[in-house]
């Protein structure tokens, strides 16, 4: 079970140790909790790891990357590594593993091309099994597991971000989100809307190409007699119910807006609803699952683009 979020007065140098298979997202999350505040160091040899952690803690957690790859990994070495920190007084340590499907792992290697660490002169899948037996004692160790078989890189970053944003003392994070509900509903949504009920510009032939970031396509679906009083509905429900979240010590709250393509209503709906909450000082995320997963040569502006901040002109 993850251990709760340090508190202000806790002054325990917080670090999570972050491994899983080759190819299941470790450098992704690593990054990403990079950008979130951590003092990230990957691939670190496990006899160096005493040695960093000596001194004084640092004002800001850590994230070390522990990879099967390198040639002091073993289960032993790690169990050994794990209940060190946790008899310490002065660390407050948790694994992370980002687990993933053979099939998943196998695809990917096959997709890149790339040889598998574990197996450089053998097939990818012998490598994988090879690593999954290493690894076994190791994950059932873990206090997070994310199985990251059916994410994308943006879904992992997305996800690290609903873990750990509220690590390096953020504010309470909302990410906003459209989707396609023909292409199944995100797994990681708090609070969801359907607005396929608004009128579909895919049916006009001169914004079929568009997307709901588009001015003529904003116009069009906010001109549906029913937008506005949805919209204010929903605006006012989701700042009604954010300071509440906050107070009860969530970290993250995500609101997802699902339509039939996903590119037009439930776009122009989320984009609307992070500007606005935004504007009332809300730190706002966005992500548009069905523009991110489309060919960047496909359509019109802002595909294939991770979740970004809503930022307020306040000039």
């Known amino acids: ?22 190819g299941a997202g470790r450098s992704t999350a690593i990054n990403a909790l990079e950008d979130l505040g951590f003092e990230a160091i990957d691939n670190l040899p496990l006899s160096l790891m005493p040695r960093l952690l ?25 169990s050994e590594l794990l209940d060190s920190l946790a008899a310490r007084k002065d660390i407050a340590a948790e ?22 660490p574990l197996a450089p002169a053998e097939t990818p899948a012998e490598g994988i099994a090879r690593e999954f037996a290493l690894l076994a004692p190791i994950r059932d160790r873990a206090e997070l ?17 609903r873990w750990y944003g509220a690590e390096t003392g953020r504010r309470l994070a909302v990410s906003v989100q459209s989707f396609s ?20 510009p895919y049916w006009e ?6 997307n709901g970031t588009d001015p003529e396509v904003a116009e069009y679906v906010s001109a549906d007699p029913r937008f506005a009083e949805f919209f204010d509905r929903v605006r006012a429900l989701m700042l009604f119910l954010l300071p509440s979240y906050a107070e009860e010590g969530k970290s993250h709250v995500s609101v997802g807006f699902g339509c039939t393509g996903g590119q037009h209503r439930s776009v122009t709906v989320a984009e609307s609803l992070a500007e606005a909450l935004a504007q009332d000082g809300w730190q706002v995320s ?17 595909k294939g683009q991770p979740p970004r901040s809503v930022e307020v002109d306040k000039a």
Do not use: W
Not at 6 to 11: E, F, I, Q, V, Y
Not at 58 to 75: I, K, Q, T, W
Not at 95 to 116: I, N
Not at 205 to 210: C, T, V
């Open 1 to 22: 079970m993850q251990e709760p979020p340090l508190t202000p007065s806790d002054t325990r140098q917080r670090i999570v140790l972050v491994t899983g298979p080759s």
């Open 54 to 78: 000596e001194g004084p803690p640092l004002p800001r957690p850590m994230a070390l990357g522990v990879d099967a790859r390198n040639r002091e990994f073993s289960a032993a070495a790690m």
């Open 95 to 116: 694994l992370l593993y980002l687990d993933c499907s053979d099939a998943a792992l196998l695809r990917r290697f096959s997709e890149t091309r790339r040889r598998h």
């Open 145 to 161: 597991l994310i199985d990251t078989t059916e994410m994308t890189p943006h879904d992992l970053r997305a996800e690290m971000e």
């Open 181 to 200: 509900y023909k292409k199944g509903a995100p797994r990681d949504i708090d609070t969801m809307f359907d607005v396929r009920f608004l009128r579909n």
């Open 205 to 210: 032939p001169s914004l079929r190409a568009l």
């Open 286 to 302: 966005i992500r548009h699952r069905e523009l991110d997963r489309m060919p960047s040569s496909m359509g019109s502006a802002k």
